[in-house]
């Protein structure tokens, strides 16, 4: 399954992307945590920010969820560090 | 109910009139106005950077505002939230609710913004005289909007 990535402020400025089409394993069931685990694999910057001690939000079609949601064909999945605004 | 993701400053008074507008059962407006400072953290701050999920940013403003009127019979609500470069003494945001009373105009203003600070995708970065550095998310603010469970 095809999914869009998108990446913010710290993270943007680490893993020096800011967004990534990505293709997935169909069989399997990804959920935000497994997805996190699988980017973390590229090694360096990936584990320590997306596996380490920053704690990273992620959003699924503009909605904020937890570790647990499942991923579809086809989604906009975001990752960011907790927010700051206001 | 109108929700803004805008660079340009605003100007409060207008925006309050404009609130109002010709209606005549209002009786209370509140509002809140957030402000760039020149400290944090103990460090002076030259200037503030706001970054934005364009798309995500006002479809969760909305949501908290929804929220908001789940919770109050309140009459309209406006926020304004500005993206980009800011100085100290610059406006960062705007939340105004309008209601009969001033009850329920207080409460929804003071969680709009509680739930603006946790859940509305921004993020800020400080120039300060060491270099630049990403805002921390506040405890406080997970606190504060834990009050509304």
């Not at chain 1, 694999?41 to 584990?47: H, I, K, T």
Request: aromatic share 8%.
């Amino acid at each position: 399954m095809k999914i869009k990535l998108f990446y913010f402020a710290r993270l943007k400025e680490t893993l020096k992307y800011s967004t990534e089409d990505l293709e997935l394993e169909s069989s399997a069931e990804w959920t935000v945590l497994k997805l996190k685990n699988y980017l973390a694999q590229r090694g360096d910057v990936w584990g320590q920010m997306l596996m380490g001690k920053l704690k990273v939000r992620a959003a699924i079609n503009h909605e904020l969820v937890h570790d647990g949601a499942v991923i579809h064909d086809g989604d906009e999945v975001a990752f960011f560090p907790p927010v700051t605004g206001g | 109910m109108t929700v803004r993701v805008q660079t340009e400053d605003f100007n409060v008074g207008d925006e309050i009139k404009r609130l109002q507008g010709s209606r005549k059962d209002i009786g209370a407006i509140v509002s809140f106005v957030g402000l760039v400072r020149d400290i944090n953290d103990g460090d002076a701050v030259a200037q503030l950077t706001l970054e934005h999920y364009p798309g995500m940013t006002e479809k969760s403003l909305n949501k908290i505002v929804d929220e908001a009127k789940v919770r109050w019979n309140i009459m309209d609500v406006l926020v304004i939230h500005r993206v980009g470069t800011m100085q100290p003494c610059d406006q960062i945001v705007l939340v105004a609710v309008a209601g009969a009373h001033r009850g329920e105009a207080f409460a929804a203003c003071e969680f709009v913004m509680d739930y603006l600070k946790t859940e509305a995708p921004f993020w800020k970065k400080e120039q300060t005289p060491s270099g630049e550095r990403w805002v921390e998310a506040k405890e406080s603010d997970d606190s504060a909007k834990a009050r509304w469970n």
